[in-house]
C-alpha cells in the first residue's frame, strides 16, 4: 500500500488451502505489505495488523493505520494507537451482568432520546459465563455441590433472571448457567476456534479468532495462541458495539525458554517463578510473547496455566504461538477435524504458524529461563509474585520442629485448603498428580486435619468426568476434597465460612492462620477476612498442606504425619512420580470426557429451565430491587453539564494511599460487614444481615457498592494514620469517618475530591467498580506515581482523568499531607501531555507540580471530554440514527 486507502482491501484476499474442504479466503498481509519483513514482527504484532488490515473502512480506519503498526520496531520510542476490534467478548457474571445492566440502561437512554432502544446490541458475539455466585457455604462432604447450587439460586436468581432476558432480548449473547464451569478454562476447552471464518459477499473469509474478556485473567487464552486480553466492562461494552478498542503499542517482551523440567516439578512452580521473574522484570504495559526450544515440550494445559498468570506479572498480554501442540489440543478437547484442519492451513498462510524452522522475531527486551532451574515454591502471603522455595515456607514460622502429631490450631496453622481456579483446574496433569498423592496418603491412612477447610471447584465438569473415570474422586474425597461446586470459589474471594468453631478460636486468640489455594490471587483479606497469610501452590500441594495443617513443617524434610501404624510419612513417599502421572492423563483425558462435560453447556439444570426471566425490549427496572437498580451514569454527565471540561478546582484529597494499592484495596468485594454504610443501606431497605450475600453479587446496584468502595478492612489511608480500612478524615473535623461518608459530604458541598496514591496504582483483577466505584465518590481525578493498565484504562473509561507525579515526585517528596486544595489545569489534557497541579496548603503556601497526563490515546481523551464511555456512545448512537 502507498496512498493512504479507506475502503476493505478486498484485492488482498487470497485462498487459504484447506485440505478437503470448501475454498477458504483470508486477507493477506503478505499481499498488503510487500517488502515488510513479517517474520521478524512478534506473533501478536502480526495478528492486530491482520485485524488491522480487515477493518479498514470501518469506524474511520485507513491504510495509513495498518502501515504505522507494520513499522514498528522493537525500539519504539513513543506507543503506537493500534484500533483494535476483538471478534467476540468473554464475560463472568460478577462483571458481565453489570455491564449487560448498562446496555439496558443504554436502551432507556436512547428512548428518552427519542431513538431506537433496539439499536443498542451486541454487533460481535458475546458469552456470558455465570462462574463467580458460588460460595462455599458447605464443603468436605458429599452435597457439598448439591447445598451450594441451593444456595447459589437462593441468592442470585434475580440477578441471573436479568442474564436469561438478555440473553433473549440482545443478539449474539449467549449465556453459560451456574455449575457448567469457570469462563476462562470454558474458553480454553470449548469456545476458543484460534481461527474463526464467516461468509461475506458470497465468500468464506478466515481471520484469527480474537477477544476481550472483562476478567483480567482472560489472558489465559494466548496460551492457546489466541490473542485477548482483560478489560474493564465499558470497554468490552464499546467492543459489543463495534467501536474499536485503541490499544497503545509499544514494547514487546520476548521471554525465552529452555529445557525442562526436573522431576517432581509441576507447571504451577514454572508459572510461580514466571510471575516472580517477570515482574521484576518490569513488563507491565508490554505484550509479553513465549518463545525458544522448550516450546516443542510444553503443552497447551501448561502454557495456558502460564498465559493465566499475565495479569499477576502485569502484561497486557502473554501469547504463545501457533504450532503442533495447538492443533493438538484441539483434537483433545473435542473439536472437529474439519476446524483443526483450518486452524493450521490459517496460521501457515498468515505467518501465525511456528515450527523448528520458524525465524525468532525481534523484540523490545528478553527474558530468559531454563526450565531446569525451576524448583518447588509456592508464593505468598500477599502476592501472587512473592515466590518463595517449598523448603524455605517453614522458616516464616515458629513450628518448624513440631512433630506432626503436636500440630494444633495455632499461628500458622491452615485453615483453608482449596484446589481452585482456572489456573490449575484446567491443567490435568497437576489435577492427577493432586489425585494420585491423596490416594497414596489415603492408602497410608492419612486424613486432613479437622481444622481445615477443604474444597475442590474445578473450572470445568471435565475435570470431574476423568477423575471419576480414573478412579481418584474417592480418595480426594476421602481427605475431604468433594466438589463443592463449578465455579470460581475460594480464589475469587468465595470461600465462605469457616467452621463456627475455627473462626472463634482465631478471634479470641487473635492467631495468624493461612489458607492454601491452587488459584492466581492471595491478596490482603480476599480469600477470608480472618485469614490473614494466602499461599498459592500446586494442586498436590494443597492436599499435602491440608493433611499437615500447618505453614511450619518443612514438607521437603519434616514427615507430613503419621500413618496407620505410626510411621512417619514424608511427602515424598506419597509423591506421585511423573510416569504415573502422564500415563493415567493418556489414559483418562480425551475427547470422549471433554464431549462429556460440553455436551449440555448451555443448558442449565432444573432451577436455570423455572426461572422467570422478564420479556421486551427494555427492563422492567424494580425500584423496590436491592440488587438490580438503573445506574446513574447518564444523569452523572447531563448532571455536570460541560462535556469539555476546563478544570477541577478547590478539590479536596478524599484519601491518599501508599504503594500498591490494589482493585481489592479499591474495589467491593467480599462479605458485606455489619456497621458498614452498603449494610446500613440494605437494612433501611428491610434486608437482614442473614441475606446481605456479597458485593460481587450485588454489583448491578450502584448504591450498595458505592458505599463499599474504599471499604476493605486492610486499606491504609495515610489521612488517618493508625487506622486500618475504608475511613478518611474530612477537611472540617478531625475524627475519621467512612469514605463514603466523608463523599457524600463533599459533594453536598459541591467540593470536587481526588485521590493521591504511590505506585502500581490499581494493580489485580479488572474490576469495573474499582473505576466506576471511584467515580460515584465524585473523585476527579487521581494522582498517582505509576498505574496498573486496566484500572488506568477503566478510570479514564469512567471520566476519571489519571494524572502521574513526573520522575522522582511523590506526594512525600513534594511534602503533601492531604490537607491541601488542589486545582487542575485541564486544558491541555491529551496523551502524554504535562498537566500543572496547584496544591495550597492551610497557610496559604502554594506547591505547583507537573503531572503526566494518563490518557494515553486521542480516543481516550474523547471519551474522557464526553463524560465517560456510556455517554459517549449514547451520542454515537443517536448521532447514527440521525444520519443514517
Given at each position: 500500500?502507498?496512498?493512504?486507502?479507506?475502503?476493505?482491501?478486498?484485492?488482498?484476499?487470497?485462498?487459504?488451502?484447506?485440505?478437503?474442504?470448501?475454498?477458504?479466503?483470508?486477507?493477506?498481509l503478505?499481499?498488503?505489505?510487500?517488502?515488510?519483513?513479517?517474520?521478524?514482527?512478534?506473533?501478536?504484532?502480526?495478528?492486530?495488523?491482520?485485524?488491522?488490515?480487515?477493518?479498514?473502512?470501518?469506524?474511520?480506519?485507513?491504510?495509513?493505520?495498518?502501515?504505522?503498526?507494520?513499522?514498528?520496531?522493537?525500539?519504539?520510542?513513543?506507543?503506537?494507537?493500534?484500533?483494535?476490534?476483538?471478534g467476540?467478548?468473554?464475560?463472568?457474571?460478577?462483571?458481565?451482568?453489570?455491564?449487560?445492566?448498562?446496555?439496558?440502561?443504554?436502551?432507556?437512554?436512547?428512548?428518552?432520546?427519542?431513538g431506537?432502544?433496539?439499536?443498542?446490541?451486541?454487533?460481535?458475539?458475546?458469552?456470558?459465563?455465570?462462574?463467580?455466585?458460588?460460595?462455599?457455604?458447605?464443603?468436605?462432604?458429599?452435597?457439598?455441590?448439591?447445598?451450594?447450587?441451593e444456595?447459589?439460586?437462593?441468592?442470585?436468581?434475580?440477578?441471573?433472571?436479568?442474564?436469561?432476558?438478555?440473553?433473549?432480548?440482545?443478539?449474539?449473547?449467549?449465556?453459560?448457567?451456574?455449575?457448567?464451569?469457570?469462563?476462562?478454562?470454558?474458553?480454553?476447552?470449548?469456545?476458543?476456534?484460534?481461527?474463526?471464518?464467516?461468509?461475506?459477499?458470497?465468500?468464506?473469509?478466515?481471520?484469527?479468532?480474537?477477544?476481550?474478556?472483562?476478567?483480567?485473567?482472560?489472558?489465559?487464552?494466548?496460551?492457546?495462541?489466541?490473542?485477548?486480553?482483560?478489560?474493564?466492562?465499558?470497554?468490552?461494552?464499546?467492543?459489543?458495539?463495534?467501536?474499536?478498542?485503541?490499544?497503545p503499542?509499544?514494547?514487546?517482551?520476548?521471554?525465552?525458554?529452555?529445557?525442562?523440567?526436573?522431576?517432581?516439578?509441576?507447571?504451577?512452580?514454572?508459572?510461580?517463578?514466571?510471575?516472580?521473574?517477570?515482574?521484576?522484570?518490569?513488563?507491565?504495559d508490554?505484550?509479553?510473547?513465549?518463545f525458544?526450544?522448550?516450546?516443542?515440550?510444553?503443552?497447551?494445559?501448561?502454557?495456558?496455566?502460564?498465559?493465566?498468570?499475565?495479569?499477576?506479572?502485569?502484561?497486557t498480554?502473554?501469547?504463545?504461538?501457533?504450532?503442533?501442540?495447538?492443533?493438538?489440543?484441539?483434537?483433545?478437547?473435542?473439536?472437529?477435524?474439519?476446524?483443526?484442519?483450518?486452524?493450521?492451513?490459517?496460521?501457515?498462510?498468515?505467518?501465525?504458524?511456528?515450527?523448528?524452522?520458524?525465524?525468532?522475531?525481534?523484540?523490545?527486551d528478553?527474558?530468559?529461563?531454563?526450565?531446569?532451574?525451576?524448583?518447588?515454591?509456592?508464593?505468598?502471603?500477599?502476592?501472587?509474585?512473592?515466590?518463595?522455595?517449598?523448603?524455605?515456607?517453614a522458616?516464616?514460622?515458629?513450628?518448624?520442629?513440631?512433630?506432626?502429631?503436636?500440630?494444633?490450631?495455632?499461628?500458622?496453622?491452615?485453615?483453608?485448603?482449596?484446589?481452585t481456579?482456572?489456573?490449575?483446574?484446567?491443567?490435568?496433569?497437576?489435577?492427577?498428580?493432586?489425585?494420585?498423592?491423596?490416594?497414596?496418603?489415603?492408602?497410608?491412612?492419612?486424613?486432613?486435619?479437622?481444622?481445615?477447610?477443604?474444597?475442590?471447584?474445578?473450572?470445568?465438569?471435565?475435570?470431574?468426568?476423568?477423575?471419576?473415570?480414573?478412579?481418584?474422586?474417592?480418595?480426594?474425597?476421602?481427605?475431604?476434597?468433594?466438589?463443592?461446586?463449578?465455579?470460581?470459589?475460594?480464589?475469587?474471594?468465595?470461600?465462605?465460612?469457616?467452621?463456627?468453631?475455627?473462626?472463634?478460636?482465631?478471634?479470641?486468640?487473635?492467631?495468624?492462620?493461612?489458607?492454601?489455594?491452587?488459584?492466581?490471587?492471595?491478596?490482603?483479606?480476599?480469600?477470608h477476612?480472618?485469614?490473614?497469610?494466602?499461599?498459592?501452590?500446586?494442586?498436590?500441594?494443597?492436599?499435602?498442606?491440608?493433611?499437615?495443617?500447618?505453614?511450619?513443617?518443612?514438607?521437603?524434610?519434616?514427615?507430613?504425619?503419621?500413618?496407620?501404624?505410626?510411621?512417619?510419612?514424608?511427602?515424598?513417599?506419597?509423591?506421585?512420580?511423573?510416569?504415573?502421572?502422564?500415563?493415567?492423563?493418556?489414559?483418562?483425558?480425551?475427547?470422549?470426557?471433554?464431549?462429556?462435560?460440553?455436551?449440555?453447556?448451555?443448558?442449565?439444570?432444573?432451577?436455570?429451565?423455572?426461572?422467570d426471566?422478564?420479556?421486551?425490549?427494555?427492563?422492567?427496572?424494580?425500584?423496590?430491587?436491592?440488587?438490580?437498580r438503573?445506574?446513574?451514569y447518564?444523569?452523572?454527565?447531563?448532571?455536570?453539564?460541560?462535556?469539555?471540561?476546563?478544570?477541577?478546582?478547590g478539590?479536596?484529597?478524599?484519601?491518599?494511599?501508599?504503594?500498591?494499592?490494589?482493585?481489592?484495596?479499591?474495589?467491593?468485594?467480599?462479605?458485606?460487614?455489619?456497621?458498614?454504610?452498603?449494610?446500613?443501606?440494605?437494612?433501611?431497605r428491610?434486608?437482614?444481615?442473614?441475606?446481605?450475600?456479597?458485593?460481587?453479587?450485588?454489583?448491578?446496584?450502584?448504591?450498595?457498592?458505592?458505599?463499599?468502595?474504599?471499604a476493605?478492612t486492610?486499606?491504609?489511608?495515610?489521612?488517618?494514620?493508625?487506622?486500618?480500612?475504608?475511613?478518611?478524615?474530612?477537611?472540617?473535623?478531625?475524627?475519621?469517618?467512612?469514605?463514603?461518608?466523608?463523599?457524600?459530604?463533599?459533594?453536598?458541598?459541591?467540593?470536587?475530591?481526588?485521590?493521591?496514591?504511590?505506585?502500581?496504582?490499581?494493580?489485580?483483577?479488572?474490576?469495573?467498580w474499582?473505576?466506576?466505584?471511584?467515580?460515584?465518590?465524585?473523585?476527579?481525578?487521581?494522582?498517582?506515581?505509576?498505574?496498573?493498565?486496566i484500572?488506568?484504562?477503566n478510570?479514564?473509561?469512567?471520566?476519571?482523568?489519571?494524572?502521574?507525579?513526573?520522575?522522582?515526585?511523590?506526594?512525600?517528596?513534594?511534602?503533601?499531607?492531604?490537607?491541601?486544595?488542589?486545582?487542575?489545569?485541564?486544558?491541555?489534557?491529551?496523551?502524554?501531555a504535562?498537566?500543572?497541579?496547584?496544591?495550597?496548603?492551610?497557610?496559604?503556601?502554594?506547591v505547583?507540580?507537573?503531572?503526566?497526563?494518563?490518557?494515553?490515546?486521542?480516543?481516550?481523551?474523547?471519551?474522557?471530554?464526553?463524560?465517560?464511555?456510556?455517554?459517549?456512545v449514547?451520542?454515537?448512537?443517536?448521532?447514527?440514527e440521525?444520519?443514517?
Amino acid at each position: 500500500m502507498t496512498a493512504a486507502t479507506t475502503r476493505p482491501p478486498t484485492s488482498f484476499l487470497r485462498p487459504v488451502p484447506v485440505p478437503g474442504q470448501q475454498v477458504v479466503q483470508g486477507y493477506s498481509l503478505a499481499a498488503a505489505a510487500p517488502g515488510v519483513a513479517l517474520d521478524r514482527l512478534p506473533y501478536c504484532v502480526r495478528v492486530l495488523a491482520e485485524n488491522v488490515l480487515r477493518h479498514i473502512g470501518q469506524n474511520g480506519l485507513t491504510s495509513d493505520d495498518l502501515m504505522a503498526l507494520l513499522a514498528w520496531k522493537p525500539d519504539q520510542a513513543e506507543p503506537i494507537e493500534v484500533p483494535f476490534h476483538p471478534g467476540r467478548v468473554l464475560m463472568q457474571d460478577y462483571t458481565g451482568i453489570p455491564a449487560l445492566v448498562d446496555l439496558a440502561t443504554l436502551r432507556n437512554g436512547m428512548q428518552d432520546a427519542g431513538g431506537s432502544p433496539r439499536s443498542v446490541n451486541p454487533q460481535i458475539p458475546v458469552d456470558l459465563v455465570i462462574d463467580h455466585s458460588m460460595v462455599v457455604d458447605v464443603a468436605g462432604r458429599p452435597d457439598a455441590l448439591l447445598r451450594n447450587m441451593e444456595l447459589e439460586f437462593s441468592r442470585n436468581s434475580e440477578r441471573f433472571a436479568l442474564a436469561k432476558w438478555a440473553q433473549r432480548t440482545f443478539d449474539n449473547v449467549r449465556v453459560v448457567p451456574p455449575g457448567r464451569g469457570i469462563l476462562h478454562q470454558v474458553n480454553i476447552e470449548h469456545i476458543a476456534t484460534v481461527v474463526r471464518s464467516e461468509e461475506a459477499a458470497a465468500k468464506v473469509v478466515a481471520f484469527p479468532d480474537t477477544m476481550v474478556g472483562t476478567d483480567s485473567h482472560s489472558t489465559m487464552v494466548n496460551g492457546l495462541g489466541v490473542l485477548g486480553w482483560g478489560v474493564g466492562g465499558i470497554e468490552a461494552e464499546a467492543a459489543m458495539m463495534g467501536l474499536p478498542l485503541v490499544t497503545p503499542l509499544r514494547r514487546v517482551v520476548g521471554v525465552k525458554l529452555t529445557g525442562k523440567l526436573a522431576a517432581g516439578v509441576t507447571a504451577t512452580d514454572l508459572v510461580l517463578t514466571l510471575t516472580q521473574r517477570l515482574r521484576a522484570a518490569g513488563v507491565v504495559d508490554a505484550m509479553v510473547e513465549f518463545f525458544g526450544p522448550a516450546l516443542a515440550s510444553l503443552p497447551v494445559a501448561d502454557r495456558a496455566t502460564i498465559a493465566n498468570m499475565a495479569p499477576e506479572y502485569g502484561s497486557t498480554c502473554a501469547l504463545f504461538p501457533i504450532d503442533a501442540a495447538t492443533t493438538a489440543y484441539l483434537a483433545l478437547t473435542g473439536r472437529s477435524a474439519e476446524q483443526v484442519a483450518l486452524v493450521e492451513a490459517y496460521a501457515r498462510f498468515q505467518g501465525l504458524w511456528r515450527d523448528a524452522g520458524s525465524v525468532d522475531p525481534a523484540y523490545s527486551d528478553l527474558v530468559a529461563l531454563d526450565l531446569s532451574e525451576v524448583q518447588p515454591c509456592v508464593a505468598g502471603p500477599g502476592k501472587p509474585h512473592q515466590k518463595v522455595l517449598l523448603q524455605d515456607v517453614a522458616a516464616q514460622f515458629d513450628a518448624h520442629s513440631m512433630r506432626p502429631s503436636d500440630v494444633k490450631l495455632a499461628n500458622g496453622a491452615v485453615v483453608i485448603a482449596a484446589i481452585t481456579s482456572c489456573t490449575n483446574t484446567s491443567n490435568p496433569a497437576v489435577m492427577i498428580a493432586a489425585g494420585l498423592l491423596a490416594r497414596n496418603a489415603a492408602r497410608r491412612g492419612l486424613r486432613s486435619r479437622p481444622w481445615v477447610k477443604t474444597s475442590l471447584t474445578p473450572g470445568s465438569r471435565v475435570v470431574g468426568e476423568y477423575l471419576e473415570a480414573a478412579g481418584l474422586m474417592a480418595p480426594l474425597a476421602e481427605l475431604g476434597f468433594h466438589i463443592a461446586g463449578f465455579g470460581c470459589g475460594t480464589c475469587g474471594g468465595n470461600s465462605g465460612p469457616l467452621a463456627p468453631a475455627v473462626e472463634a478460636a482465631i478471634r479470641d486468640q487473635q492467631l495468624h492462620v493461612c489458607s492454601v489455594l491452587s488459584g492466581n490471587r492471595n491478596f490482603e483479606a480476599r480469600i477470608h477476612l480472618q485469614v490473614r497469610g494466602n499461599y498459592l501452590m500446586s494442586p498436590p500441594l494443597v492436599v499435602a498442606y491440608a493433611i499437615a495443617g500447618h505453614m511450619g513443617l518443612d514438607l521437603t524434610r519434616d514427615p507430613i504425619g503419621v500413618d496407620s501404624d505410626g510411621q512417619d510419612v514424608h511427602l515424598a513417599d506419597i509423591w506421585p512420580s511423573a510416569e504415573e502421572v502422564e500415563q493415567m492423563v493418556v489414559r483418562h483425558v480425551g475427547p470422549a470426557a471433554f464431549a462429556a462435560g460440553y455436551a449440555d453447556i448451555f443448558q442449565g439444570d432444573k432451577s436455570w429451565e423455572q426461572l422467570d426471566a422478564p420479556k421486551g425490549e427494555l427492563f422492567p427496572w424494580d425500584d423496590g430491587s436491592t440488587y438490580i437498580r438503573r445506574p446513574p451514569y447518564l444523569d452523572l454527565r447531563r448532571a455536570t453539564g460541560s462535556e469539555t471540561p476546563t478544570g477541577i478546582h478547590g478539590a479536596r484529597a478524599l484519601l491518599m494511599l501508599g504503594d500498591s494499592i490494589t482493585t481489592d484495596h479499591i474495589s467491593p468485594a467480599g462479605a458485606i460487614a455489619s456497621g458498614s454504610p452498603a449494610a446500613a443501606y440494605l437494612q433501611s431497605r428491610g434486608v437482614t444481615p442473614l441475606d446481605f450475600n456479597s458485593y460481587g453479587s450485588r454489583r448491578s446496584n450502584h448504591e450498595v457498592m458505592v458505599r463499599g468502595t474504599f471499604a476493605n478492612t486492610r486499606l491504609r489511608n495515610e489521612l488517618v494514620p493508625g487506622h486500618e480500612g475504608g475511613v478518611t478524615r474530612h477537611a472540617s473535623q478531625a475524627d475519621p469517618l467512612s469514605v463514603y461518608q466523608a463523599a457524600e459530604r463533599y459533594a453536598a458541598d459541591n467540593v470536587p475530591v481526588v485521590v493521591l496514591a504511590g505506585r502500581d496504582y490499581g494493580a489485580g483483577s479488572s474490576r469495573d467498580w474499582a473505576a466506576k466505584g471511584t467515580r460515584l465518590l465524585g473523585v476527579q481525578a487521581v494522582v498517582a506515581e505509576t498505574f496498573e493498565r486496566i484500572h488506568r484504562a477503566n478510570l479514564a473509561n469512567l471520566g476519571v482523568l489519571p494524572l502521574q507525579f513526573v520522575q522522582g515526585q511523590s506526594r512525600t517528596t513534594l511534602g503533601l499531607d492531604g490537607s491541601e486544595t488542589f486545582d487542575i489545569d485541564t486544558s491541555p489534557v491529551r496523551p502524554g501531555a504535562t498537566v500543572t497541579v496547584r496544591a495550597t496548603r492551610a497557610s496559604g503556601e502554594v506547591v505547583e507540580f507537573p503531572t503526566r497526563c494518563r490518557l494515553d490515546t486521542a480516543s481516550e481523551v474523547e471519551v474522557w471530554r464526553g463524560g465517560g464511555m456510556m455517554p459517549f456512545v449514547l451520542d454515537r448512537l443517536l448521532h447514527q440514527e440521525a444520519t443514517a
